[in-house]
């Protein structure tokens, strides 16, 4: 998840070293009053944190103007200590939610991931594609109902796609979500992520979801049912038989003796 942090506090802001910690990609607007533009130009991000003192004027110009700009991205308010009546002043200007500061991470994650699913018109915390379906609660991938082993950065990347199926996901994208403004590995990193992941699901029963855009990126699209019963054929055609033991024959291939 790529995050634009906008403080009233600025650089003196330690939200932003926290979530870099946790894993998230996250810039800093500077200056605060120049939020929305710099959301405008330097985005797409997944969410906007917007940390004030205090729910007034300045914030929800922020808020207006950021929506006028056509921004699509939740925004999130973090507020001290948020009055009933400045709640209702950030939703009615375009908020998503509205937070105290304090808020621990876990529940500032869990928030963030579930403005962004509504965003995205997904409202269950699990996401489908085929037969795989994503948790984000628990960070697990199945394919019908089998636990596929990935790593965080393939689980990242799926979940990337699937909050987004249909729509192209350029290789800047992913990288920029991936390891924000970091230092990050060269893009062919990603190519290795994606054939990993495809092998992983195919492997567990799935049908090929994730097309590639030559020199482009990746598209995640929703398999054809005969797609889809093909893979599962595959899978089960693959899949370890246990022997039988032929009637009246013992468990060794013997003859089986009735003891008197």
Not at 1 to 29: H, N, P, T, V, W
Not at 181 to 197: M, N, S, T, W, Y
Not at 208 to 236: D, F, N, S
Request: proline share 5%; net charge positive.
């Amino acid at each position: 998840m790529y995050i634009l942090l906008a403080s009233i506090f600025e650089d003196k802001s330690r939200l932003r070293d926290s979530l870099i910690q946790k894993g998230y990609g996250c810039d800093l607007a500077l200056p605060f009053a120049e939020t929305a533009a710099i959301a405008q130009h330097s985005g797409p991000y997944d969410v906007i944190l917007l940390e004030v003192d205090e729910i007034r004027l300045q914030a929800l110009a922020i808020l207006r103007d950021i929506r006028r700009r056509g921004v699509q991205a939740p925004v999130l308010v973090l507020g001290t200590a948020p009055t009933h009546d400045e709640e209702v002043a950030a939703l009615e200007f375009g908020a998503d939610d509205v937070l105290r500061r304090a808020v621990p991470l876990a529940l500032l994650h869990a928030r963030m991931q579930a403005v962004l699913r509504r965003g995205c018109g997904h409202a269950s915390a699990q996401l489908r594609c085929g037969n795989v379906v994503l948790d984000h609660t628990r960070r697990t991938v199945a394919v019908d109902d089998r636990p596929v082993r990935i790593t965080c950065r393939e689980f990242d990347v799926l979940e990337m796609l699937m909050l987004r199926r249909g729509t192209l996901l350029t290789k800047e994208h992913f990288m920029a979500r991936s390891y924000g403004a970091e230092d990050g590995p060269d893009q062919r990193i990603l190519d290795v992520f994606v054939c990993k992941l495809r092998r992983k699901l195919a492997a567990a029963g799935s049908a090929e979801i994730v097309r590639t855009i030559w020199g482009r990126g990746y598209v995640l699209e929703e398999p054809t049912p005969a797609a889809l019963e093909a893979a599962r054929l595959r899978y089960q055609a693959a899949a370890p038989r246990t022997p039988r033991a032929h009637p009246g024959l013992g468990a060794s291939g013997g003859l089986a003796m009735a003891v008197a």
